[in-house]
C-alpha cells in the first residue's frame, strides 16, 4: 500500500469510528435520525438539487473505485521471454536486451549514436532504433549491417525471437576519427602557441 492510500485510508477509518460513536451516543440520546439526513438529501421538495446530490455521490464512487485501482495496481517490469528455453520460464528485461543491442552495434564502423527501444510482443519482440551515421559512410549498406547485427544479438545471444527490427537514420555527421584528428590538432595548436609564448617570455627575460 502506497503513502497517499495510506493516508485515504487512516482519513476513512477515522471518519468511521466518529460516526460509529455518534451513533452509539444517539441511541441513547436521541439527538436526530439519520432517516431525517437521508430525505434533506434526496428529498426533491427541498432546496438541494438532485443533480448536485448526484454528482458528489459520483465523485465519492469514482474517488473510491480510483484507490481500489491503485491500490491493486503493481508496476510491472517489462521483460522478452527467451524461446529457446525449454526447461522453464527465463524472461529478460527490456532494458537489459536494448544495452546489449546498443554495446553491440555501437562498435559498427560509422556508427555516431544509436537509440534503442524494444516492443514486447506475445511471440517476440520489436526492435526500433534511431541512429545517426557517418556522413561519408554507404548509408543503405551500413543500415543493412545494423540491423543484421542487432537482430543477430538478440535471437543469438539472448535467445529471443526478433518480429522485425526498425532502422531510422536520423541524421548525418561527422566521424568519430575526423572529430578525434580534429581535436588533435586543435590540442596541437594550443600547445605550440603556449610553446611559443614560453619562449618569448625567456627572451624578454634575458634582455
Keep these: ?28 440520546l436521541e439527538y436526530f435520525k439519520w432517516s431525517d439526513f437521508a430525505l434533506k438529501v434526496f428529498n426533491p421538495e427541498n432546496d438541494v438539487n438532485p443533480y448536485i446530490a448526484a454528482l458528489a455521490l459520483l465523485m465519492i464512487f469514482s474517488i ?74 554507404d548509408i543503405p549498406e551500413k543500415m543493412h549491417e545494423i540491423i543484421n547485427k542487432a537482430t543477430s544479438i538478440v535471437s543469438d545471444k539472448l535467445g529471443i525471437k526478433v518480429i522485425k527490427t526498425n532502422l531510422t537514420i536520423t541524421g548525418l555527421v561527422a566521424g568519430r576519427k575526423e572529430k578525434e584528428v580534429k581535436k588533435k590538432e586543435e590540442e596541437g595548436v594550443e600547445v605550440v602557441q603556449e610553446e611559443a609564448e614560453g619562449v618569448s617570455e625567456i627572451e624578454d627575460d634575458d634582455r
Excluded at 492510500?5 to 451513533?23: E, P, R, T
Excluded at 491493486?72 to 524472461?91: D, E, H, L, P, W
Excluded at 564502423?109 to 517476440?124: F, N, Q, S, Y
Design 1 to 28: 500500500m502506497n503513502i497517499f492510500n495510506k493516508v485515504i485510508i487512516v482519513i476513512i477509518l477515522i471518519c468511521i469510528i466518529c460516526v460509529s460513536l455518534i451513533s452509539i451516543v444517539n441511541v441513547f
Design 64 to 137: 473510491s473505485i480510483f484507490i481500489i485501482l491503485l491500490e491493486f495496481y503493481r508496476k510491472r517490469t517489462r521483460v522478452a521471454i527467451i524461446s529457446s528455453s525449454k526447461s522453464g520460464n527465463a524472461m529478460v528485461t527490456l532494458e537489459t536486451v536494448a544495452a546489449q543491442i546498443k554495446n553491440a552495434v555501437i562498435k559498427i564502423d560509422g556508427l555516431e549514436e544509436i537509440k534503442v527501444k524494444i516492443v514486447p510482443k506475445a511471440t517476440g519482440i520489436i526492435i526500433n532504433m534511431n541512429a545517426k551515421l557517418n556522413e561519408d559512410m
